[in-house]
Every structure is written in structure tokens, then in C-alpha cells.
């Protein structure tokens, strides 16, 4: 089908090609100029978002990393503040977007190790009322925690976390970039795991296979200025259905199969435990995320991860000794077996 035919390619679930369905859907779909309002495959897609995040309102952005600008920007403006993990994904990898771009201070508190923030440090990290400090306005939370290794946040935590931002007077801001994996790992929905939520950000791009687009989703209010700032962006998308009906396949066929990925991420990490120089705990294997330690003097990650794509098997190092695996739809159990024979081979070499 490509020229990644027989290569594994476990680099991230960004890589998930649309379904068949999709692209029929892709083909049939009714079509207008979105920003005017008029396409109808745009508006199911949002009302399907909106309904199954649990909130009035949702709109289609094109990437996760535009969804989680355009709700910083819709919650805070220049000058004042956001509480985030010192290892979320806002403040690690979307260019320091909210600040350059919104002029939105971020306030990094440590992630624990299973990606939870501890809660009294938040509450300790809100600014009181004194003309030397800016003005904390929303606490930003991920789930699942992407850089903890697809860690699920419970809803305990969830309501927790809103519960302190409403006592403070704060917002809370969800990037749930992958909540549905989250959802499915608990046996929730995603709109219960986000009723503490004012906003989420989730991917359809990524575990869900479309090609293209993320979905934000708050209040009616929220939503109408999250579209202003999608335009300012330069996110104001025309005949969009066609990229949007892919997205509604994504909603309704392909939610609960991440079940699968999360039981082939279970089997790679039970099968990296056994091999010698390896470093993973399968019990911190909740989802489809595997992070990994090579713990060996005379190997590098990077020279594991090159031993192992001239066998066709992709992953990537994610800096020290640690590297990330990612199952997803065209990963199959025989797939993840072929994989574990390969780290043998490498590891043996
Ligand atoms: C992938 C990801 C994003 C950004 O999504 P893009 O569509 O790649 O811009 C945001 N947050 C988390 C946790 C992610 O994993």
C-alpha cells in the first residue's frame, strides 16, 4: 500500500492513516463555506463532539496544537497567568504558543509520576491580589499525560482539580489530546472524566485514525469566542466537511477499538520487562503509550532504536535513557511479537 509496507512503526499514533469509511465518507460529504457557517458535515461533527465531551458547544480546529491555543487564549489574556505541568505538552512542545502569541504566563508546578499535579501545589502556586504578580487565571491539566507515558488521570482527580479552580475563581483547561484512550482505560465517558472541565481540546488524529483535526468543546459563550480566536489564528477552515466527516467516522467507529492498542501496549510491555537492560514496570502501562529505559553502559537509545529500524521496527528515543513506543489501528498483537524479536536481536548484538 506505501513504502512503509512491513516496516512497524511505532513512532506515534499520528501516523494512523484514514479507514476505508473514512474515505468514503470523505468522498460523499455535503459541503459549504464554514466560516460563513453554511457546512452542514462541520456543524454534525461539532454536535457530536460537544454531546459526547459533555458541553454545550464544540468547534473543529486542525491540529491538537491549535485547540489548546485557541482555549488559552479564549480563557486569559496578556498578562495573566496559567498553571500547568512542568511537563505537559502546552508548555513543552507547542512552541510556548499561549506566551509568544497571547502573552499568557505560564506557571510550571512538577508532574508526578503517574501525570497528575499534586493539588495542594497548585492551590499553593495561585497568585494572591499584589501589583508584583500576574494574575492566575486557569489551571491546565492532560489526560492522558502524554510525557508520563499515557498515564490516565481518574475522575477523581478530574473533579478534584475543578472543584479547587472553582473555589479560586479559576478555569480549567482539559488537553485531552488523547481523552478518549483515558475514557476507555477507565470504563467512563469522556464527558463525566470531564465534568469539572470549562474546555478540552481532544484529537481526532491521532489513536481515532483521521487524517486531519482536533475538536475543542466549553459553553456556548466559550465556544463563540474560541472561534473568533481560531480566525485570528488563521484556523478558519472553508469547505471543511471534507476533512470533518472523517472526523464523525473517527467519533463514532473508532472510540472503543483503542481498547486493542491499550491490550497490544500491555503485551509489548510484558515482553520489553522479560528482556535483559530494559526498564519498564508493565503495571504504568495503562494505555497505548510505552515508555521504556535502556539501562546498559555500552549501547546508546539511539543506536537500540537504529538496531531496531534496519529490522523495520520505528520508535523513537525521548531524551536520557528513555524511549517511546506508540500502538495504534494498523498495529496488530503478531505485530507487537515481530517487534519483541527484534529488540532480542539488538539487545543480543
Ligand atoms: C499530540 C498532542 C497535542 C498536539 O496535537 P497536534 O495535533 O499534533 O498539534 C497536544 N497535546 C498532547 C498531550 C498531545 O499528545
Known amino acids: 500500500m506505501s513504502a512503509s509496507q512491513g516496516i512497524i512503526d511505532l513512532r506515534s499514533d499520528t501516523v494512523t492513516k484514514p479507514t476505508p469509511a473514512m474515505r468514503r465518507a470523505m468522498a460523499e460529504a455535503e459541503v459549504g463555506d464554514d466560516v460563513l457557517g453554511d457546512d452542514p ?128 475563581g479559576l478555569r480549567l483547561h482539559v488537553d485531552g489530546a488523547r ?32 487524517p486531519v483535526g482536533s475538536v475543542v468543546a466549553g459553553s456556548a459563550e466559550f465556544i463563540r469566542q474560541a472561534r473568533r480566536n481560531r480566525k485570528v489564528v488563521g484556523g478558519g477552515m472553508r469547505q471543511a466537511g471534507v476533512i470533518a466527516a472523517a472526523g464523525i467516522m473517527a467519533l463514532t467507529e473508532m472510540v472503543e477499538r483503542l481498547a486493542e492498542d491499550h491490550a497490544n501496549a500491555q503485551r509489548l510491555a510484558q515482553g520489553l520487562a522479560e528482556l535483559p537492560g530494559i526498564a519498564i514496570d508493565p503495571a504504568t502501562v495503562e494505555t497505548n503509550l510505552v515508555i521504556f529505559s535502556l539501562e546498559r553502559e555500552d549501547m546508546t537509545p539511539q543506536e537500540l532504536a537504529d538496531g531496531l529500524a534496519e529490522r523495520g521496527v520505528w520508535l523513537f528515543p525521548i531524551g536520557g535513557k528513555r524511549l517511546r513506543a506508540v500502538t495504534h489501528y494498523h498495529i496488530t498483537p503478531e505485530d507487537i511479537d515481530r517487534a519483541l524479536l527484534a529488540f532480542q536481536e539488538v539487545l543480543q548484538a
Open 179 to 210: 481523552i478518549w484512550n483515558a475514557a476507555v482505560a477507565l470504563g467512563v465517558s469522556p464527558a463525566r472524566l470531564l465534568q469539572a472541565a470549562d474546555s478540552v481540546s481532544a484529537c481526532l488524529s491521532k489513536g481515532l485514525a483521521a
Open 41 to 168: 458535515t462541520v456543524k454534525r461533527l461539532e454536535a457530536l463532539a460537544a454531546e459526547m465531551l459533555g458541553k454545550e458547544a464544540a468547534l473543529f480546529v486542525p491540529s491538537g496544537t491549535m485547540g489548546n491555543l485557541v482555549s488559552v487564549l479564549t480563557h486569559c489574556g496578556r498578562g495573566h497567568e496559567m498553571i500547568l505541568g512542568a511537563d505537559a505538552h502546552i508548555f513543552i512542545y507547542e512552541q510556548g504558543g499561549s506566551a509568544a502569541l497571547g502573552g499568557v504566563h505560564p506557571r510550571p508546578v512538577p508532574n508526578q509520576p503517574d501525570g497528575s499535579l499534586d493539588l495542594a501545589q497548585v492551590e499553593a502556586a495561585i497568585r494572591p491580589d499584589n501589583e508584583h504578580f500576574p494574575i492566575t487565571r486557569l489551571v491546565a491539566l492532560e489526560n492522558t499525560h502524554n510525557r508520563c507515558g499515557g498515564r490516565v488521570q481518574s475522575v477523581a482527580y478530574m473533579d478534584a482539580a475543578g472543584e479547587l479552580a472553582r473555589r479560586h
